[in-house]
């Protein structure tokens, strides 16, 4: 039984931290540090002085916050305390009319949040070094691509419309310097496979999930990440959820009656990567192809369609990475989905 909630508001060089106390009903002391080693230490002999209570008596809880967040959530984590990490817009949407905006009033806020709904904790586990690595890895790939992309446009369209000397030497320095990102985003995703068939949980999974078709390297190793190797998701719907390619109702009394529709809080890089890998299946497998086809000849809408493939596709992975089998077209009969 938890009796003190520590919430903890990161930035980028300090954090702040707020105590509440079950005896009091209230916050009983508040703090700032230092984002970094002796912040951390500071802070656990801060916490230890003031609330005198056992390791087993006490939950941390702060908004998930990428990079900010994580060397305090694993230092806690290596010492023994229990940390809950939750998204900044479920720390909004429970915290009512706020008028006031500081760094010390939204610790406060955490810590009351992690004491009212202490009984939806999920305590935070550190991820594999290999995922860890292979998630810089894919954020880095994404910012070669993207820098691809404006050069490569940029160059072409002035190729197009220009012809001076200056603009010939802008389109041929953009041509070896796209040569070059080339080569960085083909080395990044060798660095990416080697990673993966370096820890052999992820090396089978990876196998798994690549074969499913329409599945390549990167949407596999996206998906590898965003699911901690399949531990943080335990069923497709939820996943599919995350993803944001599952279909809401959207309808009120008399008067509200929408359209079904996906929501838009969604991990919405993997839906853009799960577009493309819907694209390519329905281009190579055959009984999406079918499907497809069919779906567009009633009319259906493009989008909605490869929603719908989207969603068959989320289903074959977690099937056989549930029942550790290599995709097969009689295989996953079963788990198709009636649109």
């Known amino acids: 039984m938890k009796k003190v909630f520590i919430g903890i508001d990161f930035s980028k060089l300090k954090f702040d931290a707020a105590i509440y106390s079950v005896d009091t009903k209230a916050i009983v002391a508040t703090e700032v540090f230092d984002n970094e080693q002796s912040g951390y230490v500071d802070f656990l002999q801060w916490v230890k002085a003031t609330t005198r209570c056992q390791k087993s008596g006490l939950l941390f809880c702060g908004e998930h916050t990428g990079y900010y967040s994580g060397n305090l959530s ?3 984590y290596e010492s023994g305390y229990d940390m809950w990490l939750v998204s900044g817009l479920e720390i909004k949407l429970t915290q009512g009319i706020k008028r ?11 810590a009351e949040h992690a004491y009212r709904y202490q009984d939806k904790v999920v305590l935070f586990q550190p991820v594999c070094k290999s995922l860890d690595e292979i998630r810089e890895l ?20 002035m190729k197009r419309v220009k012809d001076n000397a200056s603009c010939d030497y802008i389109y041929r320095d953009s041509i070896e310097y796209i040569k070059t990102l080339n080569a960085s985003v083909r080395d990044c995703e060798k660095r990416i496979e080697a990673l993966l068939k370096q820890d052999i949980s992820l090396k089978t999974n990876y196998k798994l999930v690549s074969s499913v078709v329409g599945i390549g390297l990167v949407n596999a190793a996206l998906i590898l990440v965003a699911t901690d190797n399949f531990t ?8 599919g959820c995350y993803c944001g390619v599952v279909p809401f109702e959207h309808s009120s009394g008399t008067s509200v009656r929408g359209k079904t529709r996906v929501s838009k809080m969604a991990n919405k890089h993997l839906k853009t990567k799960l577009t493309l890998a819907a694209q390519n299946a329905v281009r190579f497998d055959p009984d999406l192809k079918e499907y497809y086809q069919r779906k567009r000849s009633e009319g259906k809408n493009n989008w909605l369609v490869l929603n719908n493939v989207k969603n068959k596709l989320i ?9 550790g089998q290599m995709y097969e077209k009689q295989y996953v009969h079963p788990l198709k989905q009636v649109a």
């Open 100 to 110: 006031t905006k500081t760094d010390r009033v939204d610790a406060c806020k955490i």
């Open 74 to 76: 694993v230092f806690l």
């Open 138 to 157: 894919l954020s880095y790939r994404e910012r070669l691509v993207e820098t691809r992309k404006v050069l490569t446009t940029s160059a072409k369209e």
């Open 315 to 323: 289903h074959r992975i977690f099937a056989v990475v549930r029942d």
């Open 232 to 239: 943080k998701f335990d069923n497709p719907r939820k996943f």
